[in-house]
């Protein structure tokens, strides 16, 4: 369309018809070709097939009723109430109805709670991997982001229950926890931060005595998501353990009512106020001789709840990716929907450049926790080098995509205009949730070490990435030879420096930058190796564009005040932004440049 077309077509707006639209009502599954594209690459012939219209029905409801339910319970939070209507102390969480509602379409409808736990899920005999779990979980959260730390809970909570819990305490209430409704289902929570000690767990005071029947809880912990759960995980420390730091922690369960109904002693104190999932109910929680039950052996309680650490680092990868992909389908709606200065905003080179950015890692983020829940499955199937290789990939995709999401929810946001900072759109409600996945399950720093200072010196998880990373690259015969070699070399680099920084303890403050390096040159051989997948596929090369930027961009330095960006940036940007797909040899063409 020439520029006088597009001023003519301009000339009848008025008022209304001139904001850009926004994505409600979409289908987010249909939204995301890559997804779909991708997915088949990564799962079971068999699984992909029967749960790709399950995917679909969810896209279609993550963007229309899910998307409203939503902007509700945002605006109606949780309230907590001390006492009942006859002044017992019987504390209670009152959520919104579209709360309630959304409970039961994550619940009900699609079993996320327990597809990992049982069969019988979406009408699969047998108890689904990771991978389908966090394909579901990921269209999801595109529609609601706060609801989802109560499922992901539910889900690790069941998990440390089926695994630790004596017969008798298994047997009781893990079927309750997987219930196939929410009106029956006991849902789940973890709740271990105290004022005393976060990330820092060997100042957690909360006590544990035993008094000659049951052991009885006493403490408050103090950031407690999920806060009116039926049943309760937390470390607290025995007598044995008193003086020993983190070693002397052990894990119990604590039900909120006992099995004649009484409720268990402890309170909800308040609700937090927080700045993002503002429908979940986060709060504090004063223990008062509540009953616990012993989890598993005492004294082992941080080694058992380090076991979740991978579920749940990867739920906030998930999420992230999520996040972004929202972010980015969000601002692509504004672009070519919103006309300035004579044209849509898509033709404007500056906004051009500002998609490609929230784009970038909008995709590295959807490779890498497929490949993360891929490998999580081949670790659960007894796979040695998976397990090795996942100690190492949770960490990265929590460390990184999560980082990603906040400036991608904030350009998102800036696309919109002023618009965007107005809470009638969703745009501002993505900023806020977007905070979250860097404090939670560790804060980047903290996460950045547990790469350098145990995952690569203690398991060589490095190295047992690289390996695969290189398996990967030798078996991509649809990547230019050239580009492979490429690839190899930034893979030895990244695996060399994260080596190099976890050698010696003055290099901490490279912590960061080694794991940056890591996530970069994964995602970069991931989606080459996809690129290559979905050309022979579908005859989309269009991700060994993206794999090609990853390089540039965020591996290579850059002068700031070089008018240079190279040739690459605006070719990728019209086959990546204007195009429906990008034949592998113009691709090839574009990554010889």
Known sequence: MTQGAAAAETSDRTGADWLAPDCQGENFYDLDPAFGAILPHYMAPALHDHLQPHLHRLGGIAGGRLDQLARLADVHAPILHPRDRYGRDDDWVEHHPAYREMEKIAIDDFGLHAMSHRGGVLGWPEPMGPLAK???????VQGEFGLMCPISLCDTAAFMVGRYAEAEIRERYLPRMLAPSREEMWTGTQLMTERAGGSDVANLEVAARHDGENWRIHGDKWFCSHIDSDVILLLARTPAGQGKGSRGLSLFLVPKRLEDGRRNAYRMVRLKPKLGTRSMATGEVAFEGAVGYLMGEEGRGL???MDQVNLSRLSHGVRAAAL??????????VAHGRQAFGQPLI?????RRQLMKIMLPTEQALSAFLYTAATMEKADGGDEGAARTLRILTPLIKFRACRDNIPVATAAMEARGGNGFIEDWVNARLVRDAHTGVLWEGTSSIVALDVTTRAVPKNLAH????????????????????????LSGVVDRAAGFAAEVAARAEHESFSRQATNALYHAMTAVLLAREGALM???TGDARRQLLARLVINQRMRPHDPMSLDDGPLEGRAAELLLDQPSAPADRVADALAM
């Open 535 to 537: 050309a022979e596929a």
């Open 347 to 351: 033709k404007h080179p500056l906004m």
């Open 324 to 333: 972004m992909r929202r972010c980015l389908n969000e601002a692509m709606a």
């Open 303 to 305: 080694r058992q709840t």
């Open 463 to 486: 190295e047992a990435l690289a390996d695969g990373l290189h398996e990967i690259i030798e078996e991509s015969d649809g990547v230019p030879g050239q580009f492979r070699g490429e």
């Open 134 to 140: 966090y394909a579901v979980k990921y269209l999801y």
